[in-house]
């Protein structure tokens, strides 16, 4: 008996022909999703070693191996205030194995017109952390507050050597704020990353940094810097001696968040896949005992409240740089 041969119409053949496309889409997307990583991922820091973005990055790494076959590899691409970095990973393959760890220049250079990317030209993963800003001199400084520090500056206009982690920086930006909240008038010194700041603050090369507790906790423990004042709503955990801008008469809150990106494109699956692994390497123990021993304030967000978290400073960074007339 012969078997007769099946004829459809064009259009009925065209529902069967992208049905079994969406069918094999699902399965290619499964499979993606149940394969990724087949390899060790790249999580680029857009700074030198030894901050507290590249120190979050590194426990980041540590905590995930329970969670992930293959290891995440830490690289840090330092220059122009993170912009070098994440225009690589920006420019990079799609695919989920090139990442990078977001700060809150993502936003601020745009407005300064020191990058031509955006803030949406990443996926965000998850948000990991926020800090304030902080202003810490030596530990031998003649300045034992803020008061004293700030009456000091404004004895010498454009004098007080005040380090940051580049032009356009979170902490540039802080340092600014705090000018124009005071009336001081500061000498704005930029370097790649906040731990070459603190090292020059070490070495007596500048009078003050305005980075995070986190960039300088080792230092203050071990008696070789003091830290004045923090600029946050409350107290710090971990420098609970010191007091807020608030508390001392200062309206200023301003400073950093970390959290992780990728690409534009990547693939939803492959979102879903670095989501869930993000999820649960932030709640592994070892993630909370390196953030704490670091003063690194914990914050977990997921990759939808993150992007609004994105939008919304957006907004706010580009109205306090008018503001402050930064913009070259």
């Known amino acids: 008996m012969s078997i007769p041969s099946l004829r ?19 399965t290619f997307g499964a499979q993606a999703q ?3 990583p087949s390899k060790p991922i790249e999580l680029l820091v857009p700074y030198q070693p030894g901050g507290g973005t590249d120190g979050l990055a590194r426990a980041f790494a540590d905590a995930s191996r329970k969670h992930i076959d293959q290891s995440i590899v830490i690289v840090n691409r330092p220059g122009a205030g993170g912009a070098i970095g994440w225009q690589e990973v920006i ?4 695919d989920g194995y090139k990442l990078a760890v977001l700060t809150v220049e993502l ?28 202003v810490t001199v030596k530990a031998d400084a ?10 000091d500056a404004k004895k010498k206009p454009e004098q007080m050597r005040i380090g940051n982690s580049g032009n356009g920086s979170i902490w540039h930006l802080a340092a600014a704020a705090l000018e124009d909240k005071t009336g001081t008038r500061f000498n704005h ?6 731990a070459p700041a603190v090292l020059a603050l070490l070495g007596g090369h500048i009078e003050a940094v305005t980075v995070s507790p986190a960039e300088v906790t080792t230092h203050v423990q071990s008696g070789k810097l003091k830290t004045l004042m ?64 670091q003063n690194l304030g914990y914050v977990y967000t997921d990759g939808a409240i993150f992007k609004d978290t994105l939008a919304k400073d957006d907004v706010y960074f580009k109205g306090l740089i008018g503001k402050l007339n930064l913009k070259p």
């Open 230 to 293: 923090v600029m946050a709503d409350k107290r710090v955990k971990g420098f609970e001696k010191v007091p807020t801008a608030k508390e001392k008469g200062i309206d200023l809150a301003i400073g950093t968040w970390r959290g992780l990106g990728a690409p534009k494109n990547t693939p939803p699956e492959v979102m879903a896949r670095l989501r869930e692994i993000t999820a649960k390497t932030a709640a592994e123990p070892l993630m909370h005992e390196v953030m704490d021993k």
């Open 34 to 36: 149940s394969t990724f």
């Open 8 to 26: 459809f119409a064009p259009a009925r053949r065209a529902v069967l022909l992208a049905a079994l496309g969406l069918g094999l889409g699902l």
């Open 91 to 94: 420019n990079a393959r799609p």
């Open 107 to 134: 936003l601020t250079l745009p407005h300064l017109g020191l990058a031509k990317f955006k803030y949406d030209d990443f996926q965000p993963i998850a948000q990991l952390n926020a800090d304030p800003a902080a």
């Open 189 to 194: 010194i930029p370097f790649q990353g906040a």
């Open 142 to 151: 003649p300045w034992n507050t803020i008061e004293e520090f700030l009456a």
